[in-house]
């Protein structure tokens, strides 16, 4: 069974609730650290996301888990590789025992593909090697919690200073990675959106909360992406990040869905809100396909 | 005779092969089996050796022993040539022939079963096994004469030992559009009717009975008539690799490298034997698939650019009757990373002959440099 969007009360309520229905005489949760939640259940076990592959718990569970143990998997579509060895130990790990959680805020990381992921997991990658499409959703549970995601840009005037460098900035930028094979050619938005920081500085509300990708201006009300909760909410966006997943972390652990965007009058700013636009789009979409389950 | 390829709509893959065998049993007096040791040909040769059992006939069953195999595959081949030995009739070939050794530079070409070396071979050639050529020497024919007398020579020459003969090969189309092509572009008529899933080879034909099936049909069929496999599918599993890279054939060409990283864990004894054999392997175990090296995903830091690393390989090639084979393929390419890039793979993994063709097109990252300078 899938669940989507569920709340940590919410799931620990789900786990009591399939224990109390089935004959379970262990819970074992694999999680990413920041996403563990406390389980009612007696006798359960966290596995780190990043300890799912060594074998010093990999064997040891091969050899524990029985059809009286309950696996929960829980906010683990952390990658889009759908033959990720993580998620192949998990796959072992799911054969032995038919009881299986698996809860997931949103249900892709970017593209429609990435829910095959938590497909697979729920129905013993059966269809491991085709695409998914609505017509085989109905192979599995599937219990939705939608978010609708709403951004809103807010405009920052950038000034003809940040401007013209900011040109010198993409000028240098362009000319190193054409030099340079080595270099990665994503790497110029993620640099030339650093440089409409010092413009948004400006539009700071000391009262208000913001999520940015580092803390370069050591801002006391600034978080950045990388942390394991976001308490503060609701936050403004500084900046977005590069990758989707981050973002995705950032909306999980806040619980955000309306968010507003400083958004300054330079083309990378342009680039980045569109880009999430776009992404917001899709998620939107991945929901109306889950929506066509048979 | 029928113009357009049809399919029985309420046929299941496992019922439409049957009858395709029963078919060719119909059809030819003469059937031969081709088998590798991998998941497929064992459904094949299995499927052939029911109805042949059930006919009182005799096929053969085909094998072109590399050498250089797991253990593993040898004896999945020998499960197939005793599973029904009144109607088998083994062609196990265990002849001298070349084959590319992508794994080092100085040692580009294994002869498997080359004489004089018989200490050295993987394993002692099997009793019964055909061990000198069967056709006529003087008619041997050999594609390319720089690489010497190779794997598909011997194919060729000993298919032309026989006439009006049907050779079954296990080719699935969903495996690569190119397969699907081989099997179906150029249909055959036998008796009235039109054959899709076979092609005319000389005087005689390749069949394709499964050429429909997917991977979980031949998993199936394996379980469910309780068909011994080769023991490397479940290890791979057990390791975690995807569906596509489970692949039983020979260690040491361009596209099979890969299955040394494994073999120490998989079948130490065979690891052992094959250091013993060739050259390169201890390399190709620890750097197989090192982005470095032999995925050559990535540039060693010694070099400014891949067009640069490939120039430093072409001057020190090691071999100086390959290097003019690649210097003259590479002047007809474009001038860019991500040729040269490839121009590397083809390099490191010794491919002279070309099998893994390089992408000769613009480079894509420099698409993409183009596309963030425009919207940036």
Same mark, same amino acid.
Request: charged share 30%; glycine share 4%; aromatic share 14%.
């Given at each position: 069974?899938?669940?989507l ?12 609730r399939?224990c109390?229905?089935h004959?379970?005489? /262990?819970v ?30 990999y064997?040891r ?6 059809g009286?143990?309950?696996?929960v ?7 889009q590789?759908?033959?990720e060895l ?5 796959r ?9 959680l ?14 095959? =992921? ?11 090697r085709?695409k998914?499409?609505?017509?085989? !959703?109905?192979?599995?549970? =599937? &219990?939705?919690? +939608?978010?609708?995601?709403?951004l ?13 460098a900011?040109? &010198?900035? /993409? ?13 990665d ?36 009300n600034? +978080?950045?992406? /990388? ?25 999980? !652990?806040s619980?955000q ?7 300054a009058?330079?083309?990378?700013d +342009?680039w ?23 | 005779m ?26 030819? %007096? ?9 998941k ?20 053969g ?5 590399? %050498? ?10 020998? @499960?197939?040539?005793?599973? @029904? ?8 070939l265990?002849l ?5 050794n992508a ?9 498997a079963w080359?004489?004089?070396k ?5 394993r ?6 055909i061990?000198?050529?069967p ?19 011997v194919?060729?020459?000993?298919e032309?030992? @026989?006439?009006g003969?049907?050779? $079954? ?10 397969r699907?092509?081989a099997?179906?572009?150029?249909? #055959?008529?036998?008796? %009235? ?7 005319q080879k ?5 069949l ?8 979980f049909?031949?998993?199936? @069929? ?7 496999y080769?023991? #490397? ?8 690799? *995807? ?6 054939s020979?260690? #040491?060409?361009?596209?099979s490298?890969k299955?040394?990283v ?11 034997? $094959? ?16 982005a ?11 070099f400014?650019s891949?067009i640069?690393?490939?120039?430093? $390989?072409?001057?020190?090639h090691?071999?100086p009757?390959?290097? *003019?084979?690649f210097e003259k ?8 990373e991500?040729?040269?890039?490839q121009q590397?793979?083809q ?14 097109k613009?480079d *894509? ?12």
């Amino acid at each position: 069974m899938i669940f989507l969007g569920f709340t940590d009360p919410e799931k620990d309520a789900e786990i009591v609730r399939y224990c109390a229905d089935h004959v379970i005489r /262990k819970v074992v949760l694999f999680s990413p650290e920041k996403y563990r939640f406390p389980c009612s259940f007696p006798e359960h076990e966290h596995i780190e996301w990043s300890e799912i592959i060594k074998y010093v718990f990999y064997y040891r569970l091969l050899q524990e888990i029985d059809g009286a143990t309950l696996l929960v998997i829980n906010e683990c579509l952390r990658t889009q590789n759908r033959h990720e060895l993580t998620y192949n130990c998990l796959r072992l790990f799911l054969n032995q025992t038919p009881h299986k959680l698996i809860f997931q805020y949103l249900p892709i990381i970017d593209t429609w593909d990435d829910f095959a =992921i938590l497909f697979d997991l729920d129905t013993q990658s059966r269809w491991k090697r085709e695409k998914i499409g609505a017509d085989r !959703l109905g192979e599995s549970i =599937i &219990r939705i919690t +939608q978010v609708s995601l709403d951004l809103h840009a807010v405009p920052v005037d950038a000034g003809a200073k940040t401007k013209a460098a900011y040109a &010198r900035e /993409k000028t240098k930028l362009l000319a190193e990675v054409r030099g340079d094979p080595a270099k990665d050619p994503h790497n110029i938005p993620r640099n030339l959106y650093l440089m409409s920081g010092k413009a948004k500085l400006g539009c700071i509300d000391p009262g208000a909360h913001y999520i940015g990708r580092n803390n370069r201006f050591k801002l006391s009300n600034l +978080q950045t992406y /990388k942390e394991s909760s976001y308490p503060r909410a609701p936050y403004t966006v500084f900046e977005f990040c590069h990758n989707f997943l981050d973002f995705s972390d950032f909306l999980a !652990l806040s619980r955000q869905t309306q968010l507003d965007v400083l958004v300054a009058d330079l083309k990378v700013d +342009q680039w980045y809100f569109e880009r999430y636009m776009a992404w917001s789009r899709r998620l939107r979409d991945a929901y109306m396909t889950l929506g066509r389950v048979p | 005779m029928r113009l357009v390829q049809s399919y029985a709509a309420k046929k299941t893959v496992l019922e439409a092969a049957r009858d395709r065998i029963a078919f060719v049993f119909d059809h030819y %007096e003469s059937i031969i089996v081709s088998v590798s040791g991998g998941k497929d040909s064992t459904v094949l040769a299995h499927l052939a050796l029911v109805e042949a059992h059930r006919r009182g006939r005799r096929i053969g069953i085909y094998f072109l022993d590399e %050498e250089v195999v797991y253990q593993s595959t040898i004896d999945q081949v020998e @499960y197939l040539m005793t599973l @029904y030995p009144e109607n088998t009739i083994p062609l196990w070939l265990q002849l001298e022939f070349h084959l590319t050794n992508a794994t080092s530079s100085t040692e580009g070409q294994l002869i498997a079963w080359e004489a004089g070396k018989h200490k050295l071979w993987m394993r002692p050639k099997r009793k019964g096994s055909i061990q000198h050529p069967p056709w006529d020497r003087e008619k041997q024919t050999v594609r390319d004469k720089n690489k010497g007398f190779g794997f598909y020579d011997v194919i060729e020459n000993f298919e032309r030992c @026989y006439t009006g003969t049907a050779f $079954l090969v296990g080719l699935r189309a969903v495996e690569s559009p190119n397969r699907w092509r081989a099997m179906v572009k150029n249909p #055959i008529g036998v008796g %009235e009717r039109r054959i899709y899933w076979g092609t005319q080879k000389g005087a005689n034909v390749a069949l394709y009975p499964l050429y429909d099936w997917n991977y979980f049909d031949i998993w199936r @069929y394996l379980y469910e008539e309780r068909v011994k496999y080769s023991r #490397i599918y479940d290890l791979m599993f057990k390791k975690g690799y *995807p569906i596509t890279e489970m692949r039983v054939s020979s260690f #040491i060409h361009e596209r099979s490298f890969k299955s040394i990283v494994d073999l120490p864990e998989f079948e130490p004894k065979t690891y052992e034997r $094959l250091l013993k054999r060739i050259k390169g392997i201890a390399l190709a175990q620890e750097t197989g698939k090192a982005a470095k090296l032999f995925r050559v995903s990535k540039l060693p830091k010694n070099f400014r650019s891949w067009i640069a690393y490939r120039d430093f $390989l072409l001057k020190t090639h090691p071999d100086p009757e390959r290097r *003019p084979i690649f210097e003259k393929r590479f002047a007809r390419h474009l001038q860019n990373e991500y040729v040269a890039r490839q121009q590397c793979r083809q390099l490191i993994l010794n491919d002279y002959e070309n099998n893994l063709p390089v992408d000769n097109k613009p480079d *894509p990252r420099d698409e993409l440099i183009r596309y963030y300078d425009e919207v940036l």
